[in-house]
């Protein structure tokens, strides 16, 4: 098997077609079916079944790709450090936020990276769902991720602690628990909430933030994204509480702190030995400014 047989197979997979991923590697289409039907004879399966839609991975097919995926990564990442020298890197950075984190920093940092290694390609995605967070990172998908609390022990990435968020409460420019300079969480046991989907980190904090004042509110909407959340809760549908680099600008002044206090500790986690780009940007992200929550007695931090 060769790496450029999985090259292949994943662009296969992903684009449906022979024809087409052959098209979106610009190599022949008669090449590429000679390589993959090559693979399917040494790996002795067959890792795609035709339908009416076209390619489609068999569920051997679907088990072999995920490995094929970590193994054409790594193989990226090694030719972009290889290439480093004289600020010539290239390749691939994969780099995913927990939903609501960073929302602010990492557009600068980012910008930063590319201006530093402008022939450097950098996906990112935002990722509710922290389980599934994690088990990205755990194929080798993920080069540097954004997370709340630290990396487990025996994780394969390091934590580097970046600053604490802290939340904000969220509301209508009529409510008038605007007038106040901290909210009561218990003043807000009467109104409607805009929270976030259920296996979401963001709805765990939340969860956790009205078990602990004993608040047992009416859920009036649940929403995948933070804009979605801070946009409802101005419009007067409910308040909602996010992370408050989360805010988009011109709502800022809907925002309250709330009492007791809630933050999250903010953590970029980074494989041991990383490479170039990966220290690159931990180090832009170090540069930007991270919100502290401000604790006064008889608040409290969520456990990290």
């Known amino acids: 098997m060769s790496l450029r047989q999985f090259e292949y197979a994943l662009a296969v997979a992903e684009e449906g ?5 052959a098209e979106s590697l610009h190599v022949a289409q008669p090449s590429m079916s000679q390589q ?9 399966v067959t890792l795609f079944a035709r339908t009416s839609t076209g390619l489609v991975p068999t569920a051997v097919g679907r088990a072999f790709l995920r490995d094929a995926e970590v193994a054409v990564r790594a193989a990226r990442r090694a030719r972009a450090t290889a290439r480093a020298g004289a600020e010539e890197l290239e390749g691939e950075l994969v780099v995913a936020a927990q939903m609501g984190l960073g929302t602010r920093q990492l557009p600068g940092a ?9 022939r450097l390609e950098i996906t990112v995605f935002e990722e509710a769902n922290p389980a599934e967070l994690e088990r990205l990172a755990r194929r080798g998908v993920v080069d540097l991720g954004l997370m709340a609390g630290p990396c487990k022990e025996g994780d394969l990435y390091e934590g580097h602690h970046l600053g604490d968020e802290e939340f904000v409460m969220v509301t209508s420019p009529e409510h008038a628990q605007l007038a106040a300079d901290r909210v009561e969480l218990r ?10 989907d259920h296996d979401s980190a963001l709805d765990g904090v939340l969860r956790d933030v009205l078990r602990d004042n004993g608040l047992a509110p009416a859920t009036v909407a649940r929403v995948s994204q933070t804009a979605t959340a801070v946009r409802w809760a101005a419009h007067g549908l ?3 509480l996010v992370p408050t680099s989360a805010v988009p600008p011109g709502f800022e002044h809907l925002t309250r702190p709330v009492s007791p206090a809630v933050s999250l500790p903010t953590v970029a986690a980074v494989r041991p030995g990383a490479g ?21 007695p008889g608040t409290r931090r969520r456990p990290r």
């Open 17 to 21: 077609s022979v024809t087409a991923a």
């Open 36 to 44: 993959i039907r090559g693979l399917e004879r040494e790996l002795g």
């Open 110 to 118: 980012l910008s930063a990276l590319r201006r530093r290694f402008p």
């Open 187 to 196: 003043a807000l046991e009467r109104e409607p909430w805009i929270r976030f």
């Open 238 to 240: 409910g308040v909602t």
């Open 276 to 296: 170039p780009a990966e220290k690159a940007l931990l180090e832009f992200l170090r540069q930007e400014t991270w919100h502290t929550a401000v604790l006064t």
